[in-house]
C-alpha cells in the first residue's frame, strides 16, 4: 500500500511540472495581460540595447528612443492598467497598460533612462505608446 501512494504522489507531482513548464512566473504573478506586458517591455529593451530601435512602437506615435546606452541595465519591473487619474498627460494616447522600469546594479553613473512605458492594446497588439523619462539617483 505504501508503494502505490509514493507511486502516486509521484505520478501527481510529475503532472503538476509537467503543467507548469508551460506557465512563466510572470503569468502566475501577474496574471496572462501581466506577463504580455512584461515580455513586450522586455523585448522593447532588448531591442534598443541591441539596434537602437523597436518595432513594438505604436505607428502613430514619434517617440524619442534617446541612445541605446540609455537603455543598458534596464530591467522591467511592475505592469498595471492605465489610470488617467494618476497620469492624465498621457490620457490623449489611449494607454491600456503602464509598466515602470528599473535600473539593474550595473545601472549607476547613467543620467536620463526611461522609467515608465506606456502601452496600447492588448495580448499580441501590445504596442509603446509613450516614454517616461527620468534621472537616476547615483550613489558615489
Known amino acids: 500500500m505504501r508503494r ?12 503538476v511540472v509537467a503543467a507548469c ?3 512563466s512566473t510572470d503569468s502566475i504573478v501577474w496574471g496572462s495581460e501581466g506577463a504580455a506586458v512584461r515580455a ?4 522593447v529593451i532588448d531591442d534598443m540595447q541591441t539596434s537602437g530601435d523597436s518595432p513594438h512602437v505604436c505607428e502613430d506615435v514619434a517617440l ?3 541612445s541605446p546606452r540609455a ?3 534596464m530591467a522591467p519591473g511592475e505592469p498595471e492598467r492605465y489610470s ?8 490623449d ?11 539593474t546594479e550595473e545601472a549607476s553613473g547613467m543620467a536620463e533612462v526611461p522609467i515608465f512605458l506606456f502601452l496600447r492594446g ?4 501590445l504596442c509603446v505608446a509613450a516614454i517616461e523619462w527620468g534621472e537616476l539617483s547615483t550613489s558615489p
Not at 492588448?122 to 497588439?125: E, I, P, V
Open 4 to 15: 502505490f501512494t509514493t507511486v502516486i504522489a509521484l505520478g501527481v507531482w510529475t503532472a
Open 64 to 66: 524619442d528612443l534617446k
Open 40 to 43: 513586450l517591455a522586455e523585448s
Open 21 to 23: 513548464t508551460a506557465c
Open 84 to 91: 488617467g487619474e494618476e497620469w492624465a498627460d498621457y490620457a
Open 122 to 125: 492588448a495580448g499580441d497588439d
Open 93 to 103: 494616447l489611449s494607454p491600456t497598460w503602464l509598466i515602470n522600469l528599473s535600473p
Open 71 to 73: 537603455w543598458e541595465s
